[in-house]
């Protein structure tokens, strides 16, 4: 189902499905991240729901923490991630992609020379071929779409004040995995796909000179599961 509109980049709480018919195809990163033929195989047949739980720092309330709980369905086994936004580097030893480096943080937005707002981000994916570049750039800050053509971009959220100068919040993920060379950069946002709201995560991975995106797409499934 579409997401709520109390559903914001500092609330993802709740159950999220990967929506496999409104998401780009997942295999290309997957494949260039080293998962197994027969993995990438079996999970279109799979439902991958993420039971995510998102709070402030009891500490600093400026800092926020996101865990998550992947459930994959047909016997594959999920992984638990634990993100503190904070855009220090940590390191986490995933049961699919082994040993990860990676950092997380809120971003704000500005008005683009179009006059729409989107994500004000330094990007870290560079693949060393301006060309290349740019096309992760426009893909990442919602600019277009996979085919290169122009999308709707994000939907800017009245929030996030507390983070500095902008409008909207965006999530920005940043990870590498030395063992295989590759890097993963991730925006996290909503978009308006088929006329509903949707939670969005645009994913760029890097192995050399290669790269390969996707836009996953996520319908929310209700509160949390216990």
Do not use: C
């Amino acid at each position: 189902m579409a997401a709520p509109a109390d559903t914001t980049i500092k609330n993802l709480n709740g159950s999220w499905v990967m929506d496999s018919s409104l998401s780009d195809p997942a295999d290309p990163i997957l494949a260039l991240q080293g998962m197994s033929w027969f993995l990438r195989k079996a999970l279109p047949y799979a439902t991958v729901t993420l039971n995510v739980s998102e709070y402030a720092d009891s500490a600093n309330p400026q800092v926020y923490h996101i865990d998550v709980d992947q459930v994959i369905t047909g016997g594959i086994t999920g992984s638990k991630e634990a993100r503190t936004l904070d855009w220090q580097e940590r390191e986490h030893v995933d049961n699919i992609f082994g040993t990860l480096r990676g950092k997380s943080r809120f971003l704000r937005g500005s008005k683009a020379d179009d006059g729409k707002v989107r994500p004000a981000v330094e990007f870290h994916t560079k693949v060393g071929d301006a060309e290349k570049d740019a096309k992760v750039q426009r893909f990442l800050r919602g600019e277009v779409l996979l085919d290169g053509s122009a999308a709707e971009g994000f939907v800017v959220d009245d929030e996030g004040a507390e983070f500095g100068e902008g409008e909207g919040l965006w999530l920005q993920s940043f990870v590498v995995n030395e063992q295989n060379g590759w890097t993963a950069e991730q925006i996290w946002g909503f978009e308006v796909i088929d006329g509903q709201r949707r939670h969005s995560r645009r994913v760029a991975v890097t192995k050399g000179t290669q790269v390969e995106l996707a836009r996953l797409v996520y319908s929310f499934e209700g509160p949390k599961a216990e």
